[in-house]
């Protein structure tokens, strides 16, 4: 009978305690956390080891219709696969990219921001998800993906101006995270007016790069 009841008790607690875990949301890490986690793509090669590719773009506040007093992006490396995106890019001058992915893991974060130093070498400043508004919403309903409770900015081209807000891609949701680099915009700004693209040497992009 004690057996009995014991084995009873450990029952409950176990189902209690898969009920408890089954309620609970999924943790978003911290800001620290993320930077813990992206550290060892301080060395960019690392980065590549892991399929992050390039289109040796440096991207400004102005390239998007903003103030240049805004500051830059940066240049990214980006994992395709993350992104839903096809193992082939379009050409330049083709269609607007496109993709399916819905990753907003950012432990394991699908872009990383460099900015070029003047001997060539590439420093880590941020990190960055993106996902495609009409994949995002087709799996996720009407509301747009959050970090802590905020909104990410969502790019589209307006066609009434002569800039591409949207830089060669389809509406799309994405979310940077500055946490190699200090942002008087925040740590949640698409820009930052510490960093320069003023080092950058635009070269061919590789066969596997994609334009951001």
């Known amino acids: 009978m004690q057996a009995f009841r ?30 813990a986690v992206a550290e060892k793509y301080r060395d960019v090669n690392v980065a590549k080891a892991e399929g992050y590719t390039t289109d040796n ?37 083709g269609p607007r990219v496109r993709g399916n992915g819905t990753h907003t893991n950012f432990e394991k974060p699908a872009m990383l921001v460099y900015e070029p130093q003047a001997d ?4 880590l400043v941020a990190v960055e998800n993106l996902v495609f ?3 995002w919403h087709k ?7 959050r970090f802590h409770g905020r909104a990410w900015p969502l790019l589209r081209d307006d ?16 979310q940077h995270l500055w946490v190699f680099r200090d942002n008087p915009n925040g740590a949640y700004s698409p820009f930052n007016p510490k960093v320069t693209c003023a080092h950058h040497k635009a070269s061919a992009p590789t066969p596997s790069s994609v334009t951001h």
């Open 6 to 35: 014991r084995f009873g008790f450990m029952f409950t607690a176990t189902a209690l305690s898969l009920a408890a875990g089954c309620e609970s949301a999924p943790k978003e890490p911290t800001l620290d956390e993320v930077r």
């Open 57 to 93: 773009k440096c991207m400004t506040a102005e390239m998007l219709g903003f103030p240049a007093s805004r500051g830059v992006m940066g240049l990214h490396y980006v994992r395709r696969d993350w992104l839903g995106l096809p193992a082939k890019p379009s050409p330049p001058g």
């Open 120 to 123: 060539g070498s590439l420093e």
């Open 133 to 135: 508004a009409d994949a």
């Open 139 to 145: 799996v996720r309903g009407d509301q747009p993906p």
């Open 159 to 174: 066609p009434a101006t002569t800039v591409d807000e949207a830089h060669g891609w389809e509406p799309h949701y994405e």
